[in-house]
């Protein structure tokens, strides 16, 4: 496959890119865009994210789990990375390893009624 079209450019653009995919709803193309992106800015949180979310709109649950653990692991209080994981784990039957997360992104939000 050629992928000079996902590559193309600067970071920015890439970013860009990729957002306006993820906006069409054309999550597999922004994960492509994404992807290379994230290997070249491993330590911006918002395109890994953004990766994850992709992954997980477009059913690559696995990956997407991956990402939302990096970002946690460099992040513990990020709380959308924390909802997102505990969905991703719902949406792979992993219920007791999501309810955690889910509760910890409750809490990071300041929503006490959930706990």
Avoid at 97 to 102: I, K, S, V
């Amino acid at each position: 496959m050629d992928t000079t079209y996902y590559d193309h450019g600067t970071p920015a653009e890439r970013w860009e890119r990729a957002r306006m995919f993820f906006d069409a709803k054309d999550y597999a193309a922004a994960a492509r865009v994404l992807g290379k992106l994230v290997e070249e800015v491993p330590e911006q949180t918002g395109p890994r994210l953004l990766l994850a979310l992709s992954y997980y709109h477009s059913a690559q649950l696995r990956r997407a789990e991956s990402e939302l653990r990096i970002v946690i692991e460099r992040d513990p209080v990020e709380h959308y990375a924390r909802l997102m994981l505990g969905r991703t784990l719902q949406r792979q039957g992993r219920d007791d390893e999501a309810e955690p997360h889910l509760r910890l992104a409750s809490a990071l939000a300041g929503d006490f009624e959930q706990l």
